[in-house]
């Protein structure tokens, strides 16, 4: 039903210096309403696309998110209320954004220098097949990110 | 989970999941033969009410994305093994198999084939998605299908040989030493396989309707316990431990913890024997006492 047209987008972040022991992307506020979706990251690599291969030497990593599906309530059900009120003991909703992690230390190492400023580009993948079978709507502006650390451990 | 007598037999008692490459004919055959009276049953100790309990119908119980991800899973796993064991005669022994997605390149050959040797349908293969009021499905979320389907591949070119999570990368997450890093780690990769089977597994809403959902995830719960023996005291921070496991109302965090306090493990006995008693073999002749 429906083709994936990716949103991928980009930040600027700066390399720690050496010596580090490990390195980490954290994306916050990742939205998983939609359709599952792996999340390509490419490093200095400004026009990477869904044809660029992950044996690309600019590929750190990936993360995955398994997808909520869209919305099977009514109007409001699946928006996060803005502010937890106290005393409110019921889990989280559903839909709270989720953090991920990737670990990119010898990526980093490998292909930015300390101290240097350098690129992440965020790309959505979505498998044609199963887009296909989707309504457009789970797979249009499929990527939501709130902001994105580099975490370093020295 | 509270009252239970303690027992001596309880060491004895314990069920071993096993992969399913090694399962026998005759322990498929039971599996299969449990998961489609559970498939019969319409109530709640079917398997529709059980594979709708993760997603649809409303509410979506499963929980992703966070720190409960291991305990809540493995309350699922167990609440779904006992309603398998009660549909069993008495004395049966099943368990749920775990799927080793990092070794065993493809679905399952057990999950796999659409029919058996006899012509009938496998039970292990595909289900029905039913039980979800028509209102729950409208074009702003997954699809209606009357049946599970998969589309299993790489979710593209370069992810390995054949786009499963490998082996090292499982051994990599294993020796992970903090919790959260581990089960966000062990989470992406479980992720990766939900994509990789395709079709039905792909969404949340309605994945555990396919029988491979509950291989797959025995398969996460297996990793964590082989991390739970690697680091003694990893423990599940930042979880309070007392954090109630809805909808499964025996279950705190803390009662997930052990797996063998829920009746089961991984370490399955890969060589027993019955002792029987035997003559002590001929050897040489003992010396006579001699008198002095």
Not at chain 1, 48 to 68: C, K, M, N, Q, R
Not at chain 2, 125 to 143: D, H, T, Y
Not at chain 2, 208 to 234: C, E, K, N, S, Y
Request: aromatic share 10%.
């Amino acid at each position: 039903m429906a083709t994936f047209v990716p949103n991928p987008l980009t930040v600027t972040l700066t390399a720690p210096a050496e010596p580090f022991y490990r390195a980490d992307l954290e994306f916050h506020g990742v939205d998983h309403a939609k359709a599952s979706f792996e999340g390509r990251l490419f490093i200095n690599n400004p026009q990477a696309s869904l044809e660029t291969p992950v044996d690309d030497e600019s590929y750190a990593g990936s993360f995955w998110i398994f997808g909520h599906g869209g919305c099977a309530g009514d109007e409001g059900h699946c928006e996060p209320p803005a502010e937890r009120r106290p005393f409110d003991f019921r889990p989280e909703h559903q839909l709270t954004p989720v953090s991920k992690r990737v670990m990119i230390t010898d990526k980093l190492r490998a292909l930015v220098s300390p101290g240097q400023e350098f690129t992440v580009r965020i790309v959505p993948y979505v498998r044609p097949e199963h887009a296909a079978a989707l309504p457009a709507s789970l797979v249009t502006d499929l990527l939501q990110v709130h902001r994105v650390d580099l975490l370093s451990y020295q | 989970m509270t009252g239970q007598a303690v027992s001596k037999t309880t060491l004895s008692l314990r069920r071993y999941r096993k992969s399913v490459t090694a399962l026998t004919g005759a322990e498929i055959a039971t599996l299969r033969a449990g998961i489609t009276k559970m498939l019969e049953l319409s109530d709640d100790r079917g398997f529709e009410y059980w594979a709708g309990i993760h997603g649809l119908p409303l509410p979506i119980s499963c929980t992703h994305g966070s720190p409960l991800f291991l305990p809540w899973h493995r309350a699922y796993l167990y609440y779904f093994e006992q309603h398998l064991l009660d549909v069993m005669p008495s004395g049966a022994q099943v368990s749920l198999p775990w799927w080793d997605w990092s070794t065993q390149a493809g679905i399952p050959a057990a999950y796999a084939a659409e029919k058996l040797p006899d012509g009938a349908a496998n039970p292990l293969a595909g289900a029905r998605v039913s039980g979800i009021p028509s209102a729950q499905f409208n074009e702003f979320n997954v699809p209606a299908v009357g049946r599970t389907n998969r589309t299993p591949g790489p979710t593209g070119a370069g992810h390995g040989p054949n786009g499963l999570p490998s082996a090292a990368q499982v051994s990599a997450v294993l020796a992970l030493k903090d919790f959260e890093d581990f089960t966000t780690q062990l989470e992406d990769l479980h992720n990766q396989v939900h994509m990789w089977v395709g079709g039905t597994m792909s969404e949340i809403p309605v994945a555990a309707f396919d029988p491979v959902f509950w291989a797959h995830h025995t398969m996460i719960d297996r990793v964590w316990a082989l991390w739970q023996l690697a680091h003694p005291g990893g423990g599940v921070s930042p979880v309070p431990l007392d954090h109630p496991l809805g909808p499964f109302p025996t279950l705190t965090v803390a009662q997930t913890l052990s797996t063998t306090a829920l009746g089961y493990d991984y370490a399955a006995a890969t060589s027993s024997a019955v002792p029987t008693a035997t003559a002590p073999a001929a050897g040489p002749a003992t010396p006579a006492a001699t008198a002095s």
